[in-house]
């Protein structure tokens, strides 16, 4: 399982970026699925999060700028963030626990995959 993030470059505060990741490979199905960043020195966070069935959860700082949408029938999630700003700026991974078949679907035995990344900058 291959996990491609896109969508990523330079922009100028209160712009917006539309990140994209894409599954690939040995997919069944995808359980909850998202996007966490890193900036430099610091941690990775979760930026945003959404289930199978299309519930979501945001970090705090992003609540309101970002929506995260998932398309089940192309594997791909999306990440919409609008009024960005400098401190937005990081690495963004996108996340997903992938089942790779049925026994994985009704046993919950899906197994978490990270996409390589891709950097968003705002800055003017």
């Known amino acids: 399982v291959q996990l491609q993030a896109s969508g990523g470059g330079l922009v100028q505060p209160g712009g917006s970026l539309r990140l994209s990741c894409a599954a690939s490979?040995?997919?069944?199905?995808?359980?909850?699925t998202g996007w966490y960043r890193q900036a430099p020195g610091k941690q990775r966070e979760l930026v945003a999060g959404?289930?199978?069935?299309?519930?979501?959860n945001y970090a705090d700082s992003v609540k309101g700028r970002f929506t995260i949408s998932r398309d089940n029938a192309k594997n791909t999630v999306y990440l919409q963030m609008n009024s960005l700003k400098p401190e937005d700026t990081a690495v963004y991974y996108c996340?997903?626990?992938?089942?790779?078949?049925?026994?994985?679907?009704?046993?919950?035995?899906?197994?978490?995959?990270w996409g390589k990344g891709t950097l968003v900058t705002v800055s003017s």
């Open positions: 996340n997903a626990n992938v089942n790779k078949d049925l026994n994985d679907d009704l046993f919950n035995r899906g197994m978490h995959y």
């Open positions: 490979g040995s997919i069944f199905s995808i359980n909850n």
């Open positions: 959404i289930s199978r069935g299309g519930t979501t």
